[in-house]
């Protein structure tokens, strides 16, 4: 009776061991987060279907969304300008089986409006970062270096997840808690750098870094002109080259923040010339490099090369 009960047990162990590791295999998924895709996990529900017509708004919706979303970006490569992009048949067909789409708006990604239009799907749900934002068509679209409207926009793709998915509202309060706090190194480095260096006199070869000059109360002295034809695809006017050469020439400009995807003969003769004068280069890019890192630790790393040519000005002085 004694070895019978033994063996009841022990068949009772065996079943509890293999049942807890059967679901374990059914019902985890080890993730990852590129800058195109985040894999699905296996869960009760399908996961939620986003097309981030670029990679930063796609990793940060992808943060917020966790487990619970597919995520899609279609602007991401590093050697390209993302101002020239031409979509394909593969991004059309991605937007039509979206849940949710996410443009940055003001002629920095037309193709992805035409493609939202064209499909004219009444339930899928669109955030254009430049209607949320009250910018108008033709501002200037690099959105994503203001501090202040990533904030707005993150807080709207919260909004939206809850709207579309408000089963997993719970989980969607933890991760948007938790992305809030990661973004606020990237924050407090913004401050940092206006407590220290507000005032500076700093040049960029494009209008990418407008938006982050204010912010870090840095003095963007280059010529607008010459910035926003960069930023076209235009070549700037006569004037506004000779302005932005004498200002480097001259040591007014100590910094000069460079483009690294909108490249062309004259920035690459302005970045050429600051060299020369021993004045400290910060590289930027359009889209998240390396594109596999989170939004965050991009733009820190970013705003750290800027704090240590800014320091290094600065002791050189």
Same mark, same amino acid.
Not at 151 to 164: E, F, I, P, R
Not at 173 to 178: G, H
Not at 199 to 225: C, H, M, Q, W
Not at 252 to 275: D, F, G, R
């Given at each position: ?21 059967? *679901? ?21 529900? $399908? ?45 059309? +067909? ?18 992805? /409006? ?19 934002? &009250?910018? $108008? ?9 203001? =501090? ?8 709207? #793709?919260?909004?939206?997840? !809850? ?7 719970? @989980?969607?309060?933890?991760? @948007?808690?938790? /992305?809030? %706090?990661?973004? *606020? ?25 407008? @938006? ?7 003095? /963007?002295?280059? =010529?607008?002109?010459? #910035?926003? %034809? ?20 001259? &040591?007014?400009?100590?910094? !000069?923040?460079?483009?690294? +995807? ?36 991009? #733009? ?5 090369? /800027? +704090?240590?040519?800014?320091? +290094?000005?600065? !002791?050189?002085?």
């Amino acid at each position: 009776m004694q070895k019978n009960t033994y063996l009841i047990v022990a068949v009772l162990v065996a079943v509890i061991i293999v049942a807890t590791f059967t *679901g374990v295999y059914l019902t985890t998924e080890t993730s990852s987060t590129s800058s195109s895709t985040i894999s699905q996990s296996t869960t009760s529900t $399908s996961p939620l279907q986003i097309v981030a017509a670029e990679n930063f708004w796609g990793s940060l919706i992808s943060q917020l969304g966790g487990i619970h979303v597919h995520v899609f970006s279609i602007v991401s490569d590093p050697n390209a300008d993302p101002h020239e992009y031409e979509s394909n048949s593969a991004d059309a +067909q991605a937007i039509a089986n979206a849940n949710y789409v996410i443009v940055n708006g003001a002629g920095y990604d037309t193709w992805a /409006l035409s493609l939202i239009a064209a499909d004219n799907n009444p339930n899928q749900k669109v955030l254009n970062v430049q209607e949320l934002i &009250g910018q $108008s068509i033709g501002a200037n679209p690099h959105f994503w270096y203001s =501090p202040y409207y990533v904030n707005d926009t993150v807080k709207a #793709m919260y909004s939206d997840l !809850l709207s579309l998915d408000p089963t997993n509202a719970a @989980y969607y309060q933890q991760q @948007y808690v938790a /992305l809030n %706090a990661s973004l *606020g190194v990237y924050n407090e480095r913004i401050s940092e750098i206006r407590q220290l260096f507000g005032g500076t006199k700093v040049a960029s070869t494009e209008s990418i870094f407008v @938006y982050l000059a204010n912010a870090t109360g840095l003095d /963007l002295i280059s =010529p607008p002109a010459f #910035m926003e %034809a960069v930023a076209e695809g235009n070549d700037p006017s006569a004037q506004s080259v000779v302005q932005f050469q004498q200002q480097i020439q001259n &040591g007014s400009v100590k910094v !000069l923040v460079y483009n690294e +995807q909108t490249v062309t003969p004259l920035t690459q003769s302005i970045k050429a010339l600051a060299a020369q004068k021993q004045i400290p280069i910060v590289g930027v890019t359009e889209t998240i490099q390396p594109p596999d890192v989170a939004f965050q630790t991009w #733009m820190n790393a970013e705003l750290l090369q /800027l +704090q240590n040519a800014l320091n +290094q000005q600065a !002791l050189g002085q």
